[in-house]
């Protein structure tokens, strides 16, 4: 028997060396095969790479703790300490804690799978011309913030006084109630904005003579799915006849004396069990129980909510009262031209007030940037001559708000009542998938690849409709590409967008925006082509909130639709 100390560094040091007889055997065993089976090779120098970044997460020091206190009570031959430690965790708790690590790290840092060769900048963005683009977006950006700035005579970041920060802390439940002048208080920017920027790049080395010539909005070469690779990626959706989305009165696919939604309810229950991000993502393909989708959500996400977690969140409460942002008045305003003119989540104002403002203070967020083409903005504390050491993100999280961004939040707070949940949820997934769609980027989940995802596919499945908006001069893709943005929210009902967040972390992909955009575009067919301006067309197209997501989805996605194109 082994005490504790008898078994230190249990994962670690991870040399390749060491898998026999060592206990790092366990974690770059279960590296090693989660990895064989999503790439199919020997990977051993991203086996230790993953392991090595497992070894800087705040899941590393608790997992270790509860392996060692496990291990203290069993019996295992020194030779054979490390094989028998891995046979003997398998199928307990632990291993699937270790498993859904591991799977959240890679999905969550997709660069740990990368050549390690490659440089760092290539692996942010592999395009030089997009590298400058974003570049010279960000610095507009930062222009726009210190011109407000210095309009209202505001510093970009103060300290409260102790009167002040005691004001703030008993208002603190009751901010949508705060009489705080905003009237000058202005957007930095609206998608509609950055769509300009995109529809104005161009890649320089693009020959129009000699290559397929570029006929939208968007004149960038970028290799997206067209609707045979759509179809591929979706097809379980395409195919499944039983989602809690079409109908959950109908008779269980598995137990026809029970409704599918008493079915999935049972179903479900064993999955949340089980704990098993993957597995859970699996059920979420065929629409989550919706008393169940924030525990299933909170587990494909990788999210386990603990005390550390509480500890945390109300450290970046103290954060708000002992400072003053300008990016807090951008934010309040932003709630109050949404959510507060919102009917489905105007009464969740207080807490969007509150998790917002923690989430710009939130340095955590910044760890998003290794994978991603934008930098933080950067500034110098007042007093100090701006160089690299004096230099800090701000906000503190690096993101500058545009119009909308508090519909990222909006809908969870129907999912959540408590603050904490809701705050790591939106910042988990802002972090995984929203931060792609407001930033200048090549990746074929960013916001330029998704909205000439849209054009290509209007011309290839709307062929009619498409010549028709062109004869017209009308242009869907601006009226679109809002909807893209902020990923539906705030145009759909909370159900229907809950159904729509469920594809999109089913499939961990966000390419299903621009297909939900032409399968309404498509449902509101016959009216566009009795259209002959921009505006008659944004009237057909400005209330969506009747559509239901999973039945458009289907008929977007059907593969009879993919075999006329064909013909």
């Not at 045979?228 to 195919?239: H, M, R, S």
């Not at 909170?298 to 708000?320: A, D, N, S």
């Amino acid at each position: 028997m082994y005490a504790h100390d008898d078994v230190p560094n249990l994962l670690f040091p991870l040399s390749t060396g060491y898998y026999a007889n060592h206990p790092s055997f366990i974690v770059c065993k279960s590296a090693d095969i989660m990895l064989r089976h999503e790439l199919g090779t020997n990977i051993t120098a991203i086996v230790n790479r993953l392991a090595s970044e497992l070894q800087n997460t705040p899941f590393y020091s608790d997992f270790v703790a509860d392996v060692q206190t496990t291990m203290a009570t069993q019996n295992f031959s020194k030779e054979r300490f490390g094989t028998e430690c891995y046979e003997w965790i398998q199928g307990t708790s632990l291993d699937t804690r270790l498993r859904n690590a591991l799977y959240h790290l890679m999905h969550v840092q997709p660069t740990l799978l990368a050549n390690p060769d490659t440089p760092r900048h290539v692996l942010k963005e592999p395009l030089a011309y997009v590298r400058k683009a974003q570049s010279s977006w960000e610095r507009r950006l930062v222009k726009c913030v210190n011109s407000m700035a210095a309009e209202l005579n505001v510093p970009l970041a103060r300290r409260r006084t102790k009167q002040e920060r005691e004001d703030f802390a008993d208002r603190w439940a009751n901010l949508s109630t705060d009489e705080s002048d905003l009237s000058m208080i202005r957007p930095v920017y609206a998608p509609k904005d950055f769509l300009e920027v995109l529809a104005n790049l161009r890649n320089p080395n693009y020959d129009e003579t000699t290559e397929e010539n570029l006929w939208g909005s968007i004149q960038l070469p970028f290799k997206v799915n067209d609707i045979k690779g759509l179809v591929e990626q979706y097809g379980e959706l395409a195919c499944c006849c039983k989602h809690t989305g079409l109908d959950e009165s109908v008779p269980g696919e598995y137990k026809p004396n029970l409704t599918l939604a008493e079915e999935r309810l049972i179903l479900g229950q064993k999955v949340v069990e089980r704990n098993h991000g993957p597995l859970s993502r699996e059920l979420c393909k065929t629409g989550c129980p919706t008393s169940l989708r924030g525990s299933l959500w909170h587990q494909v996400l990788g999210l386990e909510v603990t005390e550390k977690h509480c500890k945390y969140y109300e450290e970046l409460v103290q954060g708000v009262y002992q400072h003053d942002l300008l990016v807090d008045k951008l934010i309040m305003k932003d709630i109050q031209l949404t959510a507060s003119n919102d009917d489905q989540y105007f009464v969740f104002e207080d807490i969007l007030f509150q998790v917002l403002l923690c989430f710009f203070r939130d340095t955590e967020v910044l760890n998003h940037f290794e994978h991603s083409s934008a930098a933080p903005p950067l500034a110098a504390a007042r007093g100090n001559t701006p160089s690299p050491d004096s230099l800090v993100a701000y906000p503190p999280c690096g993101v500058i708000p545009f119009h909308g961004f508090t519909m990222y939040a909006a809908p969870l707070s129907c999912l959540y009542e408590d603050p904490v949940h809701l705050y790591f949820t939106f910042r988990e997934m802002y972090c995984r998938y929203w931060y792609r769609l407001h930033i200048v980027t090549s990746h074929p989940q960013g916001a330029p690849a998704l909205a000439l995802q849209f054009e290509l596919l209007m011309q290839s499945c709307e062929t009619r409709l498409w010549q028709h908006c062109a004869a017209m001069g009308i242009q869907l893709l601006p009226i679109v590409f809002k909807w893209i943005v902020r990923g539906f929210s705030g145009y759909l009902i909370p159900d229907q967008l809950f159904h729509l967040w469920d594809v999109v972390l089913a499939w961990e992909s966000v390419e299903v925006l621009p297909v939900l955009a032409l399968a309404i575009v498509s449902f509101r067919r016959e009216n566009l082509m009795d259209v002959t301006s921009q505006q008659a067309a944004e009237a057909v197209l400005a209330d969506i909130t009747a559509i239901r997501v999973i039945p458009l989805l289907k008929l977007a996605l059907s593969s009879d639709r993919s075999r006329d194109r064909e013909t």
